[in-house]
């Protein structure tokens, strides 16, 4: 079966750098659409970056865009989000996503908490 499992979040002061990861089993990173979305306490879910193996391009969110790096290992079924130059504003649980075979399946998330 599917399955995701977000690790590497914690607490960095602002201006820091986290790497996130997201170890999945049950299919092939390259077919699937793999993201990363994120939560802050009291708001909605949101998208923050997209990683297309098929088409090979990347999106983001765009007050992320050219903080944060997303990338994949296929030989280690692993997506990774590369979070640098962080502000107090990316304070959330990060959710790792993939959309394969036109279903959604999600990890349990991991926090971030970028404070001083």
């Known amino acids: 079966q599917v399955q995701l499992v977000e690790s590497g979040g914690g607490l960095v002061q602002p201006g820091g750098s986290l790497r996130l990861s997201c170890k999945t089993s049950?299919?092939?990173?390259?077919?699937?659409?793999m993201s990363w979305y994120r939560q802050a306490p009291g708001k909605e879910r949101e998208f923050v970056a997209t990683?297309?193996?098929?088409?090979?391009?990347?999106n983001y969110l765009g007050s992320v865009k050219g903080r944060f790096t997303i990338s994949g290992d296929n030989a280690k079924n692993t997506v990774y989000l590369q979070m640098n130059s962080l502000k107090p504003e990316d304070t959330a649980v990060y959710y790792c996503?993939?959309?394969?075979?036109?279903?959604?399946?999600w990890g349990q998330g991991t926090q971030v908490t970028v404070s001083s």
């Open positions: 996503n993939s959309l394969i075979y036109s279903r959604n399946y």
């Open positions: 049950g299919f092939a990173l390259s077919d699937a659409l």
């Open positions: 990683l297309s193996w098929i088409s090979g391009t990347t």
